[in-house]
Nanobody
Protein backbone atom coordinates (compact mmCIF):
# COMPACT_ATOMS: atom_id res chain seq x y z
CA UNK A 1 0.00 0.00 0.00
CA UNK A 2 2.87 2.37 0.83
CA UNK A 3 5.96 2.63 -1.33
CA UNK A 4 9.17 4.07 0.07
CA UNK A 5 12.18 5.17 -1.96
CA UNK A 6 15.45 6.17 -0.30
CA UNK A 7 18.17 8.28 -1.86
CA UNK A 8 21.27 10.21 -0.88
CA UNK A 9 23.68 7.45 0.03
CA UNK A 10 27.23 7.35 -1.20
CA UNK A 11 30.91 7.16 -0.36
CA UNK A 12 32.25 9.78 2.04
CA UNK A 13 35.23 10.25 4.33
CA UNK A 14 35.39 10.26 8.11
CA UNK A 15 34.00 13.53 9.46
CA UNK A 16 31.87 14.28 6.42
CA UNK A 17 28.13 14.97 6.35
CA UNK A 18 25.41 13.34 4.32
CA UNK A 19 21.64 13.70 4.03
CA UNK A 20 19.39 10.80 3.19
CA UNK A 21 15.88 11.26 1.83
CA UNK A 22 12.88 8.96 1.76
CA UNK A 23 9.82 9.65 -0.34
CA UNK A 24 6.57 7.89 0.53
CA UNK A 25 3.71 7.32 -1.86
CA UNK A 26 0.54 5.26 -2.12
CA UNK A 27 -1.12 6.40 1.12
CA UNK A 28 -2.76 9.62 0.06
CA UNK A 29 -4.80 10.25 3.19
CA UNK A 30 -2.44 8.75 5.72
CA UNK A 31 0.21 10.41 7.87
CA UNK A 32 2.54 7.51 8.59
CA UNK A 33 5.10 7.38 11.34
CA UNK A 34 8.49 6.92 9.73
CA UNK A 35 11.91 5.72 10.73
CA UNK A 36 15.43 4.93 9.61
CA UNK A 37 17.16 1.64 10.27
CA UNK A 38 20.56 0.48 9.12
CA UNK A 39 22.26 -2.83 8.53
CA UNK A 40 26.06 -2.92 8.68
CA UNK A 41 27.84 -5.69 6.79
CA UNK A 42 27.44 -9.00 8.58
CA UNK A 43 25.19 -7.55 11.29
CA UNK A 44 21.48 -7.35 12.05
CA UNK A 45 19.34 -4.41 11.12
CA UNK A 46 19.32 -1.79 13.88
CA UNK A 47 17.29 1.27 14.79
CA UNK A 48 18.64 4.71 13.94
CA UNK A 49 15.86 7.32 14.16
CA UNK A 50 12.07 7.69 14.14
CA UNK A 51 9.62 10.54 13.72
CA UNK A 52 5.88 10.82 14.37
CA UNK A 53 3.37 11.47 11.63
CA UNK A 54 3.09 15.11 12.67
CA UNK A 55 6.81 15.46 13.30
CA UNK A 56 6.28 16.18 16.99
CA UNK A 57 7.97 13.12 18.48
CA UNK A 58 11.51 12.07 17.58
CA UNK A 59 13.57 9.11 18.73
CA UNK A 60 17.27 8.66 18.08
CA UNK A 61 19.54 5.74 18.80
CA UNK A 62 22.06 6.40 21.57
CA UNK A 63 24.92 5.93 19.15
CA UNK A 64 23.81 8.81 16.92
CA UNK A 65 22.08 11.32 19.22
CA UNK A 66 24.88 13.87 18.98
CA UNK A 67 25.45 13.48 15.24
CA UNK A 68 22.21 12.64 13.38
CA UNK A 69 18.85 14.38 13.08
CA UNK A 70 15.58 13.25 11.54
CA UNK A 71 12.97 15.55 10.03
CA UNK A 72 10.07 15.52 7.59
CA UNK A 73 8.25 17.83 5.25
CA UNK A 74 4.90 19.29 6.28
CA UNK A 75 3.16 17.18 3.66
CA UNK A 76 4.47 14.09 5.49
CA UNK A 77 5.60 12.47 2.28
CA UNK A 78 9.33 12.97 2.68
CA UNK A 79 11.55 12.16 5.63
CA UNK A 80 15.22 13.05 5.99
CA UNK A 81 18.17 11.77 7.94
CA UNK A 82 20.88 14.41 8.32
CA UNK A 83 24.16 12.82 9.32
CA UNK A 84 27.21 14.69 10.59
CA UNK A 85 30.65 13.63 11.78
CA UNK A 86 30.36 10.32 9.99
CA UNK A 87 32.52 7.44 11.13
CA UNK A 88 33.52 4.17 9.46
CA UNK A 89 31.19 2.36 11.87
CA UNK A 90 28.28 4.23 10.27
CA UNK A 91 28.86 2.23 7.10
CA UNK A 92 25.66 0.30 6.36
CA UNK A 93 22.67 -0.04 4.13
CA UNK A 94 20.17 2.51 5.41
CA UNK A 95 16.48 1.64 5.17
CA UNK A 96 13.43 3.85 5.42
CA UNK A 97 10.39 2.37 7.16
CA UNK A 98 6.79 3.43 7.78
CA UNK A 99 4.01 2.55 10.20
CA UNK A 100 0.42 3.72 10.21
CA UNK A 101 0.14 3.21 13.98
CA UNK A 102 3.35 3.77 15.92
CA UNK A 103 6.36 5.97 16.41
CA UNK A 104 8.71 3.26 17.54
CA UNK A 105 12.28 2.03 17.84
CA UNK A 106 11.19 -1.54 17.11
CA UNK A 107 11.55 -3.28 13.77
CA UNK A 108 8.25 -5.08 14.36
CA UNK A 109 6.30 -1.82 14.38
CA UNK A 110 7.01 -1.10 10.74
CA UNK A 111 5.20 -2.81 7.92
CA UNK A 112 6.51 -0.84 4.95
CA UNK A 113 10.14 -0.72 3.90
CA UNK A 114 12.23 0.91 1.23
CA UNK A 115 14.89 -0.81 -0.84
CA UNK A 116 17.79 0.70 1.08
CA UNK A 117 20.61 3.07 0.20
CA UNK A 118 24.28 2.36 0.80
CA UNK A 119 26.36 4.66 2.99
CA UNK A 120 30.08 3.97 3.07
CA UNK A 121 32.44 5.98 5.27
CA UNK A 122 36.14 5.62 4.60
CA UNK A 123 38.94 6.47 6.99
Amino acid sequence: QVQLVESGGGLVQTGDSLRLSCVASGATFSRPNMAWFRQPPGKEREFVAAIAGNGGTIYLADSVTDRFTISRDHDNHTVYLQMHSLKPEDTAVYYCAASSSYTSRSLASYNYWGQGTQVTVSK
